[in-house]
T-cell receptor, first 115, second 117 residues
């Protein structure tokens, strides 16, 4: 079975400081990994994904994530946080095969960036 | 290229009533997914379609839930005899079925928030 763990319910960071939102996963085969962001009363907005290739993936709004197979992690990072980054962040995974199957999401991490 | 749209955005109903939600995927996306998100949780898969065929249903999808995608375009999710436990955000997502960097990404709609009184 596939699963995702986001160990922190809440992350607080000062504006301008680097931020990290943690994610670990479990799949039986090769993972496809995703990060989404959710603003209040809105749907999920795609940030970035790891499918294959470079372990460091760059996405929207200056976010990046590093795939680490040995640690089964896919942490989301940003060098300099903005107040507007405050939102709910979800990590999701699915096994590579078969294709386009549903995603399994973590419980989410609420990021609060303080001015 | 318009995004995924969902209607209504909010629905308040009394226990025992039936409700129906609609999802319009991104044009030419042939896969469509329904998820449910409760407070403090991530989205949980309910069901998905490839064109008009319903390929998989989650155990979360009780007999009171039914979903259709009759012409392979928009989809409807109906809940019969609603219960207070059905209160949640219902999210729809769509994706293209192709290879390459655009493959695999599910694009989500704004959701329908259901409150059952």
């Amino acid at each position: 079975a596939q699963s995702v763990a986001q160990p922190e319910d809440q992350v607080n960071v000062a504006e301008g400081n680097p931020l990290t939102v943690k994610c670990t996963y479990s799949v039986s085969g090769n993972p496809y990994l995703f990060w989404y962001v959710q603003y209040p009363n809105r749907g999920l907005q795609f940030l970035l994904k790891y499918i294959t290739g470079d372990n460091l993936v760059k996405g929207s709004y200056g976010f990046e994530a590093e795939f680490n197979k040995s640690q089964t992690s896919f942490h989301l990072k940003k060098p300099s946080a903005l107040v507007s980054d405050s939102a709910l962040y979800f990590c999701a995974v699915r096994d590579k095969w078969p294709g386009n199957t549903p995603l399994v999401f973590g419980k989410g991490t609420r990021l609060s960036v303080i001015a | 290229d318009t995004g995924v749209s969902q209607d209504p955005r909010h629905k308040i109903t009394k226990r025992g009533q039936n409700v129906t939600f609609r999802c319009d995927p991104i044009s030419e996306h042939n896969r469509l997914y329904w998820y449910r998100q409760t407070l403090g949780q991530g989205p949980e898969f309910l069901t998905y379609f490839q064109n008009e065929a319903q390929l998989e249903k989650s155990r979360l999808l009780s007999d009171r839930f039914s979903a259709e995608r009759p012409k392979g375009s928009f989809s409807t999710l109906e809940i019969q005899r609603t219960e207070q436990g059905d209160s949640a955000m219902y999210l729809c997502a769509s994706t293209e079925e192709l290879q390459g960097p655009r493959a695999e990404t599910q694009y989500f709609g704004p959701g329908t928030r259901l409150l059952v009184l």
